[in-house]
């Protein structure tokens, strides 16, 4: 009996499912993301997640929704800019939590590799007016969709610096083949974007130091930690980190530790076989600046 109640409760689910994909087909196509957006603010939890899902093939490439869930809940996000994780509010977890421990009213955030900007609208609305989020994507594509998140959430303490942050300044070959949220420097990439170390934005007064540092550049991460060594050193910032590939997690964990933290490594399922090794890590500083300058 039991039984038989699930199944007939699927195909009840299946039929107001195609229902509402025939009844959104009828909708003009540049209204439906309207219409959607208002479904979403009143149904639950649950129900946004599928409404979502079942909306988003049949929406405009530029049309944005609602982010259904989390703490980012509300936000206006581009349907078609990355991946459906964003626009249902679960994207990278570990790192949301993080961040809700760690960023402040007030608090400076770097975001190294922040793509088309969930995280760095999640830093935004957690850091507040007062607060201030370096959003850095050297990704021509990224920074478009970046920019307009950024303007339709009018996050307006979210600066943008199309920069690849790396440990010296110049200029490297970038790829930008594949979805927009694989972007990387490579020898062979089709783009030459501008690098720059976060040592050298800092100190020259560009921006100002940080309190909680994410860096996700997809196999990049230690140039960018060698090119923040005097920040981490004097500022002893948070580092929310990803490594690609066993090699740059070990010398990325080895670096930091040298460094005076205490490497935690997070949950982290994504499965990618253009890696090795694929992993999620908080680094908190163990010591205090003041103890190192007396132990040195």
């Known amino acids: 009996m039991a039984e038989a109640v699930k ?15 025939h009844g959104l087909g009828l909708v003009p196509t540049r209204a439906r993301g ?15 997640i599928s409404v979502a899902g079942r909306a988003a093939p049949v ?3 530029d049309s944005y929704l609602p982010v259904v869930s989390g703490p980012l809940r509300g936000a206006k996000w581009i349907v078609h800019s990355s991946l459906h994780s964003c626009l249902v509010g679960d994207y990278e977890p570990g790192t949301q939590l993080v961040f809700q421990r760690y960023i402040s009213p007030g608090s400076v955030v770097f975001d190294v590799g922040a793509n ?36 339709l959430n009018r996050a ?19 790829s930008s083949a594949g979805p927009v949220e694989m972007g990387h420097l490579a020898d062979d990439g089709q783009l030459e974007v501008e690098t720059a170390s976060l040592d050298t934005l800092v100190e020259t007064g560009i921006i100002p130091p940080p309190d909680v540092v994410k860096i996700d550049v997809e196999g990049a991460e230690l140039g960018v930690l060698r090119g923040a060594q005097a920040i981490l050193r004097a500022r002893r910032p948070v580092v929310v980190l990803s490594t690609h590939g066993l090699e740059s997690h070990e010398a990325s964990c080895s670096l930091l530790r ?6 935690t490594l997070l949950e982290h399922s994504l499965a990618n076989t253009d890696f090795d090794f694929l992993g999620e890590l908080v680094a908190e500083p163990t010591v205090s600046t003041a103890a190192r300058v ?3």
Not at 119 to 146: C, H, K, N, Q, T
Not at 156 to 169: G, K, T
Request: aromatic share 6%; hydrophobic share 50%; charged share 20%.
């Open 7 to 21: 199944r007939l409760g699927r195909r009840v689910r299946r039929s107001v499912g195609t229902a509402f994909e």
């Open 34 to 48: 309207v219409v959607v957006g208002m479904i979403l603010r009143a149904v639950s939890r649950r129900a946004r």
């Open 59 to 61: 929406l405009e490439p």
């Open 116 to 151: 088309v900007g969930f995280l760095s609208l999640l830093a935004s609305r957690l850091a507040g007016p007062a607060g201030r989020v370096i959003a850095f994507e050297p990704a021509p594509v990224a920074v478009g969709y970046l920019r307009r998140h950024v303007a």
């Open 156 to 174: 307006h303490n979210i600066e943008i610096i199309a920069v690849a942050v790396a440990d010296e300044n110049g200029r490297a070959r970038f």
């Open 258 to 263: 040298s460094l005076g933290y205490a490497v």
């Open 294 to 296: 007396a132990h040195s």
